[in-house]
């Protein structure tokens, strides 16, 4: 075996399932298993059979499946839950049962109102039981992490010698420090006779934020394997983050440890689970947090843009993000604005770009995020690249009783054309006029009204969207005359079908 493989073990549809509110059906599991097999993982816990007949029918579904990772089914000490499990997994290509007992001296005593023997002789008896179903038997100690190391090494040795394959030593309750979780495994790795016949597996919970140190402490003194879930969700305060531990093993190489996960399918991964689980991940989440790779400080901004190493490990193509983001707000510097400004096609001399930028810190400071669309208002036309048409004269009749009548003039390429036209609304009759004068059947698909700041005096942004030649173009617009403002925007669309088609034939 590679010692220097670490095998990932996703818990995300039995132990991640168990936060309230995220249960999944039957078809969304089996849709959650294929992704996970698209990323890699080793081994997929199902569900816990017994539980219910939804997780039982869950297993055997994502069992048939599923072709290479092993489907991994949990049980209790129990012979029935076993029968259950062995049954489940009739369909899997490659079977595990995963079955255990607590051990530390709470489980003990106020759990199974037992002793230390009879637990380990449980414990066995489980083993030997599974064993007869499948070949491959994971034992869990539970609550291991509060349990004494050397009654834990004789439950460890005992199981090994039953016929468990895989060793599970979870931290059931987050409390370990990394250094007692690392020294624990370590204490086993050296103290068990028949470790070599098995591979050791941490399972950390998060209650005090520990999770993946711990995980990683313990690969680090010997585990193989580190049961994990997408986004780090789970029971409580939640589990050991899969993205975290992946990405943990790859920037550091000095550990000389890889996995088997193709990390480019990380983020889709994550955002699937965050959508079918109703469970948002929170926007500072390392590696999947949509501010993982946000830059906002003016210090950070200029030093990303010159070496994107200067502020990022990792390179966020590597986890499937496109790329870093540069986030304006009253912080950010002028090397971060004429970054933005250069990809929406503003170039600016010196001069002008700093009076743009006195502009930005002034809206800034009223605007928690600054948008695209809010930059294209402060450099005004010279955001609105190659313009064969422009708006001339714009003249609209309104009110109660009258019939909205436009009057529109547009230059075009210097000539000026104008017409009139009535319409539903004084937009309407604008846009209309429009179309008259260019003669293109153009769709209407989305249109789309903001503020800038709140007041009547605002700067109002239009957003549209239009269909052509069964293309879509955006336009936008910006004015304190909402009526301008939709009309620059249609204009700004028909302008780039202009440049689309005066590019196609090049």
């Not at 711990?214 to 939640?238: H, L």
Request: contains cysteine; glycine residues 8%; negative net charge.
């Amino acid at each position: 075996m590679d010692n220097n493989r670490v095998f990932i073990f996703d818990t995300t549809l039995r132990d991640g399932e168990q936060v309230p509110g995220c249960q999944l059906n039957t078809i969304e599991k089996v849709e959650v298993a294929k992704v996970l097999e698209q990323l890699g993982v080793d081994v997929i816990e199902a569900g816990f059979p017994i539980s219910s007949p939804g997780d039982f029918k869950s297993v055997v579904e994502i069992s048939k499946a599923v072709t290479w990772p092993v489907i991994c089914a949990l049980t209790r000490a129990v012979e029935k839950d076993i029968d259950v499990a062995a049954e489940s997994l009739k369909y899997a290509k490659r079977g595990r049962i995963h079955t255990g007992i607590g051990t530390s001296p709470y489980h003990i005593q106020s759990k199974f109102n037992s002793n230390p023997d009879a637990i380990i002789e449980r414990a066995i008896a489980a083993v030997k039981y599974a064993k007869k179903y499948v070949e491959d038997v994971e034992f869990y100690a539970e609550d291991a992490g509060r349990s004494d190391n050397v009654y834990l090494a004789r439950v460890v040795e005992a199981v090994i010698k039953a016929g468990a394959t895989v060793i599970n030593i979870p931290d059931t309750t987050g409390y370990c420090l990394p250094s007692q979780y690392g020294e624990k495994i370590k204490f086993l790795m050296e103290n068990v006779p028949n470790i070599h016949k098995a591979i050791l597996s941490t399972h950390c919970h998060n209650d005090l934020g520990m999770a993946t140190a711990n995980s990683i402490a313990g690969v680090m003194n010997g585990a193989r394997q580190v049961e994990v879930t997408i986004n780090g969700i789970g029971e409580r305060a939640g589990n050991t983050a899969l993205e975290e531990v992946v990405m943990i093993l790859r920037s550091h190489k000095e550990l000389d440890l890889h996995t088997n996960i193709n990390s480019k399918n990380i983020y889709k991964t994550s955002r699937l689970i965050s959508s079918l689980m109703n469970m948002p991940v929170q926007a500072n989440k390392a590696i999947v947090g949509r501010n993982a790779f946000a830059h906002s400080s003016g210090i950070h901004q200029d030093g990303v843009l010159k070496n994107r190493e200067n502020y990022e490990i990792i390179d966020p193509v590597e986890v499937g993000i496109s790329e870093s983001t540069i986030v304006l707000t009253a912080r950010s510097g002028r090397a971060a604005l004429k970054h933005r400004l250069e990809i929406l096609g503003v170039k600016l001399e010196k001069e002008k770009l700093e009076e743009v930028y006195a502009d930005f810190l002034a809206l800034a400071d009223k605007k928690k995020d600054i948008k695209e669309d809010d930059l294209l208002v402060l450099v005004g036309d010279l955001g609105r690249g190659d313009r064969r048409i422009k708006l001339d004269f714009l003249q609209v009749v309104t009110g109660k009783n009258l019939v909205p009548m436009a009057t529109v003039s547009l230059d075009i390429a210097g000539e000026k054309f104008s017409a009139t036209e009535s319409g539903n609304g004084p937009i309407d009759a604008s846009i209309k006029a429009v179309k008259s004068i260019i003669h293109r059947k153009v769709t209407l698909q989305e249109f789309l009204i903001q503020a800038i700041n709140k007041g009547s005096d605002d700067i109002g942004k239009v957003h549209m969207q239009v269909e052509f030649d069964d293309n879509i173009f955006n336009g936008f617009g910006a004015n304190t005359d909402i009526i301008t403002a939709s009309v620059e925007a249609f204009i700004d669309a028909i302008n780039k079908i202009g440049n689309a088609e005066k590019a196609a034939t090049k």
